[in-house]
């Protein structure tokens, strides 16, 4: 099942696009990397707090594997909005 939204999808596509990573297991692992940094973006917002850490490291791997900050951010700040809204669903 996929989690991720369509934005981070194509951010995704486009960072394999220019590492060269297409049709590989580091894409399929890169892919997996990513979806743990969606979900665990989008747990810490629905009130999860021992994430952090994680996500910082997880967010590391992703600016070394060729993601800049500003698609971190966004792809962040969109789990962490999907994850607000899921408690507010919850209340």
Known sequence: MNTLNEKAINIFKAVVAETLLQNTYEERFLYGQLESFWNNCRQFAFGWTELPEEIERQERYLLDAGFTQDEIDDIRFD????????KMNVA
């Open 79 to 86: 789990a962490a909005f999907a994850g607000m809204q899921d």
